[in-house]
Every structure is written in C-alpha cells, then in structure tokens.
C-alpha cells in the first residue's frame, strides 16, 4: 500500500512540470479514453490445492479515464470474472463469481523519465496502482452471504499506439489483486487464508489485453500538444511589434481617409460636369462644299465651261465669313510620276488663281498637289483639281 501511495505522489509531482508545455488540449472535456478488454485471472492459492493454471477462467472488464498530463491519468473500471470453475470448494450459480469496480490512477513510464514529445510513442509503458470494492458471489443454499471487501491492484500497461492520429491504442495488461480486509465469509472459510495482508500466496493474478479509443480534444488531435513557453523579453518584443503595426494602422487609415476625401471631391467634379449642357457640335457635309475643275490630257489650262464651278465655289467663300478653301490638284496615270506630280501642282495653283480672281483672298487659299491617283474609277476623269470649302 505504502507502494502505490509513494506511487502516486511521485506522479502527481510531475504533473506541474508537464502542464507548463501542453496547455493546448488540457480543458476537462478533453484527453478522455474508453478500453475495452478481456483475458484470464488466476487465484495463487485456494482451498483445494489446485494448480495455478487451472485456477484460471475468463475475466473482461471495461475502463474510463481521464489524462490529466501526458505522465499521468485517473481512471474508473470493472471488472467481471466467468464461473468456470471454484477457488473456495465452493461454486456460484452466477455466470461471474466475482466482480470488482474502483480507481486507478496510471504513470506514463516513458514520460516521466524521457518527457514527452508531443504525441505518444509507439510503444509506452505504464505503472498503475488503484483500490475499489471487491464483490463475491456465494451460492445461498449454503446459507453463506455474498463476500463484500475492499481492494488494492497494482500492475502494468504495455501500450501500442496505432496511426498516425494515435486515436487507438492495443494493450497488454498485467496485474495483481488483493484482498485487503478479508471476507464476510472469512469466518466460516478461515482455512482458506483470506486474511487481510500482501502476501503472493493470497491474490489474483490478472492477464488481459485491452483496446482503447482516445476521444478527439478540442486542439484537434487524440492526445496533448505541446506549447513552447514565452520568456519575457520574447512577450516584450511581441507587444513592441503589435504596438508598432498598430501605428501604422493608424497611419493608413488616417491616409484611407485622406484618399477618401480626394475621391469625394472628384466625384464633385464629375457631378459637376455630368451636369452641365452637353456642347453639339453640328458638322456639315454637304456636296456643296465639293466641286471639281476638269483638265484636258498633260494640261493645266482651265476651259470656259469649267469657271461656272470656279464661281460657286468663290461665291460660297465669300459668302461665309472666315471660311477657308483648299484645292488639290491631281493627275492621271499619263507621262511619268515626275511629271504627273509637277503636272498636279500646276493644276492646284491654276485653279488658286482663278479663285483670286473671283474675289477669294489668296491667304485663305491651301494649295496641294497630289500627283497620279485614282479618286474617280473613270481614269480620264482623274485629270482635275478638287475644291474643298470649310466654313466656320
């Protein structure tokens, strides 16, 4: 008993130096497990003398715990073992002939001498030490009551942690039971040495094996995760950088608003003028403003029956303040390109003087010859100058 006191006190010492490094997945709701296990439970002495191993029969059982470190858990179970044969002489009618329910609290080994490392092994051993209620049922035909005691165990985990997720764990579960006060039938079954002491001739020897399920926590795993701890002057320098960010938040949202205020303005602008008439500017294309003088081959002389369209264009300068006029003078494919251009340029200016003479100032007048081109289909009609009238 003294054992599993110390124990526990040397896993309970530990618990502080663990929970400084893995606060993350250490509420109450997490790091809880549910196993499920079964195996045989062997009486190291019974009245009959019977071998060891004959003894045995089947036990299963069922666990719950609680992790509170990665190094140490408290945890509930029970346990039921099957009537198959008697330790006492004495045999039950029940299909379990003994039961026991209590707590147990258990030691990471690995942990404790190797720390943890954030996510449990493959391969872990645990120490686990408990005491409960220790039920025993009679058949009532010998007048005998049901054995009721209290219990110590001690024994050993050797865990197996399945996957990536360590969600499942196999178990290979060793142990010894104890029965700590005697029996109510000890009075009348005093040979069968139920005193009340530790002694490897008066306890039940128990092998099973276990599967476990490790409920998922609220940091997303199956087990703790560690927390590496701040110092100081890494907290100081965090707040300097929260600090300083902070500024410059402030520095662009005052800049934000300036940038605002500019694209209210600009919106102004843009109202103001979306608001204002809308300027038509009216173009007017008219046949009018075109007319054109014709020319015989390789010449520049312009013919009485081409001064009417001389006069109409002079008339309608004249009759139009500021209005402007520009003659291009043009030639067809005839003679060479060196001549034609000449012959196009002569044509211009011919058509310029008529104009003077017709009362048109000579500054209003654009001359330009063009040479060889085809602006009619007809080619013979591309021996011509072109007037063109721009009216203000």
Known sequence: ????????????????????VTDAGNKFSDNWSFTLKGGGVFATKTATGEDF??????????????????????????EWSVNTSSWTG????????????GVFGAVNLMNLF?????????????????????????????????GNSFATKVGLNFNFN?????????????????????????DKFSNLGYDSHYNVNNMYFELQAGVTYHFKNS????????????????????????NALRGDLEACGASNAALLAQLADLQAQLDACNRR???????????????YVFFNVNSSYIQANQQPEIAMTAAQVKE??????????????????????????RRAQAVKKALVQNGVPESSITTEGLGVTEVFNKLDWNRMAKMTVNVK
């Open 1 to 20: 008993m003294k054992k599993a006191i110390l124990l526990a006190a040397l896993a309970l010492g530990v618990c502080t130096s663990q929970a400084q």
């Open 320 to 345: 139009n303040a500021g209005a402007t006029v520009l003659v291009q003078g043009y030639a067809s494919k005839d003679g060479s390109k060196a001549f034609n251009q000449k012959l196009s340029e």
């Open 90 to 101: 004495v045999k039950s009618a029940n299909a379990f002939d003994h039961q026991y329910v």
């Open 162 to 186: 399945l996957g990536e997720a360590k969600a499942w764990t196999i178990s290979l579960k060793p142990a010894l039971l104890w029965n700590m006060n005697g029996d109510v039938a000890a």
């Open 219 to 242: 940091n997303g795993t199956h087990h703790f995760a560690l927390v590496r701890p701040f110092d100081q002057a890494e907290i100081d320098a965090l707040n300097a950088q929260i």
């Open 53 to 78: 191993l004959k003894t045995g029969r089947g036990i299963v059982g069922a666990e719950i715990r609680k992790q509170i470190t990665p190094t140490f858990g408290l945890g509930v179970e029970g």
């Open 277 to 291: 008439p809308k300027e038509v500017q009216q173009v007017i294309k008219n046949l009018d403003n075109i007319r």
């Open 114 to 146: 190797a720390s943890y490392t954030g996510a449990p092994r493959v391969f872990e051993i645990e120490a686990v030490a408990g005491s409960g209620w220790l039920h025993s049922y009679y058949p009532h035909s010998t007048g005998i009551d049901d």
